[in-house]
Nanobody, 128 residues
Framework: QVQLVESGGGLVQAGGSLRLSCAAS????????LGWFRQAPGKERQFVAA????????YYADSVKGRFTISRDNTMNTVYLQMNTLKPEDTAVYYC?????????????????????WGQGTQVTVSS
């Protein structure tokens, strides 16, 4: 059974940094894409970043390009989201998601409904 566990959220001032972690377990993820999404109160879930477990392809929302970096540690089965130069509008619950890369390729990496597995989320709050 696939399990995704996020950690690393918290309260930070604008301009600061946080690193989120997503520990993945329950299967091998070589053929999977792992993504980060976020959801602010009253808003729809929004794509942030994604990467294939194998290979170097990465994808970012325009709003985070140049500030956020997605990476992985294969030995730890963990995906990270390094968030720099945080802004108050980055405040949201951040979720890790996983799905087979063939499915993601068809539905689109930014489509949250295309991901079958989700973590419980971690709160990120950026104060101005």
């Amino acid at each position: 059974q696939v399990q995704l566990v996020e950690s690393g959220g918290g309260l930070v001032q604008a301009g600061g940094s946080l690193r989120l972690s997503c520990a993945a377990s329950g299967r091998t993820f070589d053929t999977y894409t792992l993504g980060w999404f976020r959801q602010a109160p009253g808003k729809e879930r929004q794509f942030v970043a994604a990467m294939r477990w194998s290979g170097s392809n990465t994808y970012y929302a325009d709003s985070v390009k140049g500030r956020f970096t997605i990476s992985r540690d294969n030995t730890m089965n963990t995906v990270y989201l390094q968030m720099n130069t945080l802004k108050p509008e980055d405040t949201a619950v951040y979720y890790c998601a996983a799905e087979h890369s063939d499915v993601v390729r068809v539905l689109g990496v930014m489509t949250h409904s295309g991901y079958r597995y989700w973590g419980q989320g971690t709160q990120v709050t950026v104060s101005s």
